[in-house]
Nanobody, 115 residues
């Protein structure tokens, strides 16, 4: 069983920045494909950004140029740097670890973008 724990959410003003972190357990972190998802009130969960075990990245069109996903395999940690935040980025952000089709989710961290 892989434990996944998100942190770093909070309240930020429009135009501000936040960095989310996701700590995953296990000795095989470097083999996991990792992703950040978000779910806004009344909406379905959507992919925000993903990173493969080899470091390839992908982003939702809505966050391209503003968000950056990265990973530190030595620390078993995934990051999401979020810049130029908008009110529509408000959501619960979830971390996802995928190891050969076995998928593990964290409980989420709330990001609120408001003045």
């Amino acid at each position: 069983q892989v434990q996944v724990v998100e942190s770093g959410g909070g309240l930020v003003q429009p135009g501000g920045s936040l960095r989310l972190s996701c700590a995953a357990s296990g000795s095989r972190f470097r083999f996991y494909a990792m992703g950040w998802y978000r779910q806004a009130p009344g909406k379905e969960r959507e992919l925000v950004a993903g990173i493969s075990s080899g470091g390839s990245t992908k982003y939702a069109d809505s966050v391209k140029g503003r968000f950056t996903i990265s990973r530190d395999n030595a620390k078993n940690t995934l990051y999401l740097q979020m810049n130029s935040l908008k009110p529509e980025d408000t959501a619960v952000y979830y971390c996802n670890a995928d190891l050969l089709g076995n998928i593990y989710w964290g409980k989420g961290t709330l990001v609120t973008v408001s003045s």
